[in-house]
T-cell receptor, first 116, second 115 residues
């Protein structure tokens, strides 16, 4: 099993540039989560999808952030324009959520974003 | 809304000694509880989880945790640590039932194993 795949693993960009982070969930999983990890705020949930539909995006910090899940095997997190305070490690996680059941989230290796 | 407090940001322990990493949560509804481990430059890996039933939960790598509802705690323990246990450990909570499925994490505890 390949696990959750994220790309790129590292991204360095300049302030004002558009950044796109990509995630491929585990095959067969129907829930996908985007988290951000910073020293100051720890791990925070940004947004999650069930069956490709965004369910809760209350954690998305600003309108500069957007996420899409066009199909069950791919999701993107876009920041436009990027700012230095967006520098963080962004994790994608996926799970297989059954009706009335409890899912376990499996995390990808993360994308380390540095905005100069 | 729920929250998680990990009381120690850093815990140094000698190799082969026991360790306890503390976690307290706050929630107005029933919750599910998780411990994840993060090795340097890697993603998070599930150590164990409490959903219901026995309050003592056993996980991978010899770790276990005990759910204490009255004290709203879910402390992680290992009777004898190894150098390879050096990592960041995160406690997380999720509300049970329908609704929010995302995890709320604590700030993490860095476990440092000293030879």
């Amino acid at each position: 099993d390949a696990g959750v795949i994220q790309s790129p693993r590292h991204e360095v960009t300049e302030m004002g540039q558009e950044v796109t982070l990509r995630c491929k969930p585990i095959s067969g999983h129907n829930s996908l989560f985007w988290y951000r990890q910073t020293m100051m705020r720890g791990l925070e949930l940004l947004i999650y999808f069930n069956n490709n539909v965004p369910i809760d995006d209350s954690g998305m910090p600003e309108d500069r952030f957007s996420a899409k899940m066009p199909n069950a095997s791919f999701s993107t997190l876009k920041i436009q324009p990027s700012e230095p305070r967006d520098s963080a490690v962004y994790f994608c996680a996926s799970s297989h959520r059954l009706a009335g059941g409890i899912d376990t989230q499996y995390f990808g290796p993360g994308t380390r974003l540095t905005v100069l | 809304a729920q929250s998680v407090t990990q009381l120690d940001s850093q815990v140094p322990v000698f190799e082969e000694a026991p360790v306890e990493l503390r976690c307290n949560y706050s929630s107005s509804v029933s919750v599910y509880l998780f411990w994840y481990v993060q090795y340097p430059n890697q993603g998070l890996q599930l150590l164990l989880k409490y959903l219901s039933g026995s309050t003592l939960v056993k996980g991978i790598n010899g770790f276990e945790a005990e759910f204490n509802k009255s004290q709203t705690s879910f402390h992680l323990r290992k009777p004898s640590v190894h150098i390879s246990d050096t990592a960041e450990y995160f406690c997380a909570v999720r509300t049970s039932g329908g609704g929010a499925d995302g995890l709320t994490f604590g700030k993490g505890t860095h476990l440092i194993i000293q030879p």
